[in-house]
């Protein structure tokens, strides 16, 4: 299973752009990457997803390298409710079916 | 559009008994997953069904089991509670395998 690493933790003020990284030198050409966040003791909520191409939606914003190793997401006016754990995922392929390896994340804090 | 349902939400139960849990996911989605979580293990991935079937199987002991209806709905069963069985439980469905996942609020429970 290709594996992610993401900083434990990460500070952001709000309205600035908060930009949150994430390693997945091992993932195959034919894994996504998708990010997910979960505020406090919720669901986790879909944010976004890519293959190579860099993805834009109402959210957030996502960059991943040309090599595919490494990825961004860019949340780009940050706000007090944007406060919670990401999750950066590389889905993993196990004969079609849906399954989600979540590590450990980022708790991202926004700061007024 | 009414998102993925999971009933109920706070559940107690004492150890040696048997609990059901139920998902009802968004309209049109045929794959249902579920994940535990709990503060040492963090998010960890139960099983998927697509289509009535078990596609499948995290790394849980038979005592966990679920079945999905014909029309989509999703039960999942632990039988012979034990403590360490206290977490949330999650139900996340998606239109087909290997597409978003969207979770629901999730079902808590406590085992005395």
């Known amino acids: 299973d290709a594996k992610t690493t993401q900083p434990t933790s990460m500070d952001c003020a709000e309205g600035r752009a908060a930009n949150l990284p994430c390693n997945h030198s091992t993932i195959s050409g034919n894994e996504y990457v998708y990010w997910y966040r979960q505020i406090h003791s919720q669901g986790p909520q879909y944010i976004i997803h890519?293959?190579?191409n860099n993805e834009t939606n109402e959210m957030a914003s996502l960059i991943i390298t040309e090599d595919r190793k490494s990825s961004t997401l860019i949340l780009p006016h940050a706000t007090l409710r944007d406060t919670a754990v990401y999750y950066c995922?590389?889905?993993?392929?196990?004969?079609?079916?849906?399954?989600?390896?979540f590590g450990q994340g980022t708790r991202l804090t926004i700061n007024p | 559009k009414a998102g993925v349902t999971q009933t109920p939400r706070y559940l107690i139960k004492t150890r040696g008994q048997q609990v059901t849990l139920s998902c009802s996911p968004i309209s049109g989605h045929r794959s249902v997953s579920w994940y535990q979580q709990t503060p040492g293990q963090g998010l960890q991935f139960l099983f998927e069904?697509?289509?009535?079937?078990?596609?499948n199987k995290g790394n849980f002991p038979g005592r966990f089991s679920g079945r999905q209806f014909s029309n989509s709905r999703s039960e999942m069963n632990v039988s012979t509670l034990e403590l360490g069985d206290s977490a949330l439980y999650l139900c996340a469905s998606s239109r087909r395998q290997n597409t978003e996942a969207f979770f629901g609020q999730g079902t808590r429970l406590t085992v005395v």
């Open positions: 995922i590389v889905r993993v392929d196990s004969g079609g079916a849906q399954k989600l390896v």
């Open positions: 069904y697509f289509s009535e079937t078990q596609r």
């Open positions: 890519g293959l190579k």
